[in-house]
Structures are given as C-alpha cells and as structure tokens.
C-alpha cells in the first residue's frame, strides 16, 4: 500500500475521488497528511471530514525555500511514500522537488505540454480561444520546471461549440480523479518508487 500525501489550497475535490477509490479498494493507498498553505481551505475540512490529519501551514513570513522545508518535514513525519499536488497554488521550489524527486505528482488540467503553465479557469479559457476540439488532464511527474515532468497518464474529452471556461471545467475534473487513481496505481505496481 502507498501512503500519500496531499498537499492543496483549494477545494480538493480530486482527493475525494481518492478517497472513494481506497474505499471501494479499487486504489491501495492511504492519505496519511493533507496539508495546505490557506488555513480555511475547503481542502483540509474535507480532510477532517475523512478522519485524515490536515494541516495548515502558514507560508507568510517565511521564504519559498523554508516553507518547502516544512513541508518536507510533515511529509517525513508522516513516512509518506508520494506527494499528490491537488489544486496546489504555489511552485514548489527545486530543493524540495530534489528531496522528493520522482516522488511527487501533479495533475494539470489541459493535455500538456499544451496549455502548460496556467491554472484553473484560466487553462479552460486558453483552450477556448485556441479552438481546439480536444482537451483534458494530464498527470505528470513534477521537476523544477513547471508543468514540464515526465507524464503519467492523460485523459481526454471533447470541446464543444457551447463550451464555457466552466464547463469545461467540469468536464476535466471528471476526468481528473480517475486520471490519479491510474497514476498513482500504476505507481504502485510497477513500484517505481521503491
């Protein structure tokens, strides 16, 4: 069994599709430790909600490089085996991304390398004024370049003409959490990280 951790500032909805996964035992994994750097994220009450430790970790005050450390801290505490980016607002710096190289994961909403670099509603918006028909997520491995790892896994879905930022939105994150959960399976079964 993989023990993750997740660090987030949003809503964390991916993590509930984890959640889901390791309850139905259609994922071996555990989440040991949800950190973020919002103290009211929506993440950390989901967290809670779950029965899984959550904690808000406080990046004001305090260089990139010293709040990576605490991170890096936590997640030892911890003995997590790999780092899930869900919705994590900030760019890892590359002493962090050393200690835990090819340890950690993101996923991005766009097909990358298209679209790479953006968050959120902007990527959707991106996508819609390029007129692309195709679009989706993209778990990659993640390197001190941004949104540039090696990738894991894609899942793609259609644009269509009625399409808005929103909707589009909604449609990737369908996609989202089954994306991890083959991520973070095929992780586990090839154990890459052993």
Not at 58 to 77: F, G, H, N, P
Not at 132 to 144: A, K, L, N
């Amino acid at each position: 069994m993989i023990r993750l951790g997740i660090i987030g500032s949003t809503r964390g909805t991916d993590m509930l599709a984890l959640i889901d996964a390791m309850q139905t035992k259609k994922l071996s994994a555990s989440i040991e430790i949800v950190i973020s750097n919002r103290e009211h994220a929506i993440i950390l009450e989901r967290a809670r909600e779950h029965h899984i430790t959550a904690k808000f970790i406080d990046a004001k005050a305090v260089t990139r490089a010293d709040y990576d450390e605490l991170l890096s801290r936590e997640l030892r505490a911890h003995a997590v085996d790999l780092v899930v980016l869900i919705g994590y607002l900030r760019i890892l710096s590359p002493g962090f991304v050393n200690t835990w190289r090819n340890k950690i994961i993101n996923v991005h909403p766009s097909l990358l390398p298209a679209f790479a670099g953006g968050m959120d509603g902007d990527v959707h918006a991106a996508v819609l004024a390029a007129g692309v028909q195709e679009t989706g997520c993209t778990v990659h491995y993640v390197t001190e370049a941004v949104d540039a790892g090696p990738i894991l896994i894609q899942k793609k879905c259609a644009v269509l003409a009625g399409d808005t930022p929103e909707s589009l939105k909604t449609k990737v994150q369908q996609l989202e959490g089954a994306a991890l959960i083959a991520a973070i399976t095929h992780i586990n079964d090839t154990k890459v990280l052993a």
